[in-house]
């Protein structure tokens, strides 16, 4: 049976047109992308919840005939247009970033913006913040050292850092509890590492995308040992977040504050999560591209202008 013969038994709503004459020989069902990379045999149809970008990368690697979403899950916009051009775009280091978020770049925009502080969270690694930090002293910026960790469960959490080292620590921890699948630069795009220049000066071997080993349970207690704060990333999204995996922010996890990538959304997620009423709440740009940086609608209060500060304010309980 071919897609196209799949779609109509099933009477499925067809998204993104593609290869609809491609065999499907078997099915695979899961939702935890690591595994699906690993596991999803070729030409079959895989069965997720799974609307994001990074789906439609690891289809392509796994190089199943096609992605069908159930439980009414939605194909978000970014995904969309990936599937469309069939192509995923390349970062500097973090897969699905550009190639043009270099470090003057990033920290160049941020001035232009009118931002004092940024933070880098690249995926699973924070091998870019020293040329970052360096290119935003040039530029007057502050940038906080960190990254945008998987779990094992396959949610986001954002971990920043006072200082460069406790950064670099992190990181090569991070490294030594990761899977390592080889990068594919044709299907992820190119992870390279650069200097103050924005010159390439390497460029990693594994994709960092899929999942660690670090549970989101201790995520924050780990970060903390490292001299820095772990908070769930984008909770209000339908993947990826602490909420569409889990359900709930649970209590035992010690989390202090939360991100919400649409600060709109807040007074709903209160009501179904009350948890939320007790934790700071942040909102972050999550840029990928140089035009997705926002300008300074967001703000702060910092005794100083530093890492150091803004980490200790994200560490300070709401209620004392």
Known sequence: MNV??????????????????????????????????GRAPEDSAWLTVMGNINSIAVATLADVSCIVLVENAALDENARAKAEMHEVNHSCLSPCGDMDMTPNNITGMA????????????????LNCEATIAAGKENGVVVVPGMELTTSEDIHAVCLFPTLERALEWSEYVDNHRIKIKNRPDIYGRQVIMNTLDEEI????????????????????LARS????????????????????????????????????????????????????????????????????????NQIELEELSAQCLVERLNTPLFV
Request: hydrophobic residues 40%; proline residues 2%.
């Open 4 to 37: 196209k013969e799949f779609a109509e038994k099933l009477d499925l709503k067809v998204l993104v047109e593609g290869d609809t004459e491609r065999e499907i020989t078997g099915c695979y069902i899961g939702d935890l992308l690591s595994w699906v990379m």
């Open 111 to 126: 001035k232009l913006l009118g931002l004092d502080i940024i933070a880098l969270t690249d995926h699973n690694t924070s």
């Open 202 to 221: 390497g460029e990693l071997e594994h994709l960092l995308l899929p999942a660690t080993e670090i549970s989101i349970m201790n995520a924050y207690s």
């Open 226 to 297: 490292f001299g820095g704060i772990c908070y769930p990333a984008h909770v209000d999204r339908d993947s990826l977040s602490i909420l569409s995996v889990l359900g709930e922010i649970d209590e035992s996890c010690g989390f202090i504050t939360a991100e919400l990538a649409d600060k709109s959304k807040l007074d709903t997620l209160r009501k179904l999560h009350p948890i939320l009423d007790t934790l700071n709440i942040v909102t972050n740009s999550d840029a990928h591209y140089l035009e997705n940086m926002r300008d300074a609608e």
